[in-house]
């Protein structure tokens, strides 16, 4: 990643009720069938901590609101633990060849997003493969440039770190990128800014899924004040 300041005055409201405990599950979430939704985040070395913990949070809690929720693991180019750019170590559950069947896949940003993640044919062919299957993929902040040579936000409206928009453009000129918003919902695909902001993706899909009701619990056990309308984003019809 080429830079790593906020995005200044897109900010989630943060509100006090949130309970540091974990409420009991609600009732079945509507459209999500009798199983857990499979949560597949791809963790490579360099991987940032605010693009994967926070989303993580955020679908890991659905368990809480509703029944089923989201089964949430990780899925790395091996079963080798990866370390985060900030230096923590992070187990795996999944290499590459072992992951099962995902129904949404997240990137998360990586050191490497950028450069040298591009170049590795295996990993793009699974993102591609896999990310081709699922339900809903979300890439957190430049995580957006493997779903774009992964060929998955071909004909799509995305958006990506501010800071990085115009290298994005550069790098893929027939993209329709945008500017100005937190995270762009078009079709299957979910691209969003990231850093300090990658919860507003993760509860946007939430509510898409499992419905404002839920989305707004998960938010109040995170401490944040979930209300769609007051976040700046994108959902292309």
């Given at each position: ?10 900010g ?48 890991q809690?659905?368990?809480?609101h509703?029944?089923?929720g ?16 900030e ?6 559950d ?35 493969e896999?990310?081709g ?10 995580g ?10 071909e004909g ?12 994005f ?6 993209l329709?990128?945008h ?16 850093g ?11 509510e ?9 619990g998960?938010?109040r056990?995170?401490?944040i004040?979930?209300?769609?309308s ?8």
């Open positions: 990643m080429s830079a790593r300041e906020l995005l200044v005055g897109l989630l409201v943060v509100g006090l009720a949130g309970a540091c405990r974990a409420p009991q599950a609600g009732p079945q979430a509507p459209g999500t069938g009798e199983r857990p939704l499979q949560v597949a985040f791809l963790v490579v070395d360099g991987v940032y901590n605010s693009e994967l913990f926070a989303p993580l949070d955020v679908f809690h659905t368990i809480f509703t029944e089923p989201m089964q949430v693991w990780l899925v790395g180019r091996t079963r080798r633990p990866v370390t985060t750019f230096g923590q170590v992070v187990a795996v999944h290499d590459l060849s072992s992951a099962p069947e995902i129904d949404v896949l997240v990137v998360p940003s990586a050191e490497h997003s950028m450069d040298s993640d591009l170049e590795d044919a295996a990993l793009l062919d699974w993102v591609a896999r990310g299957r699922a339900r809903h993929v979300v890439s957190l902040c430049d957006a440039f493997v779903l774009a040579a992964a060929g998955l936000l799509r409206t995305c958006t990506t770190f501010p800071g990085d928009v115009q290298a453009r550069e790098r893929f000129p027939a329709d990128v500017e100005g918003v937190l995270y762009v919902h078009d079709g299957p695909t979910i691209t969003s800014a990231g300090a902001q990658s919860y507003a993706p993760a509860l946007h899909l939430v898409q899924l499992y419905g404002s009701e839920v989305a707004r998960v938010g056990g995170l401490v004040d979930w209300d769609a007051r976040v700046p984003h994108l959902v292309v019809d």
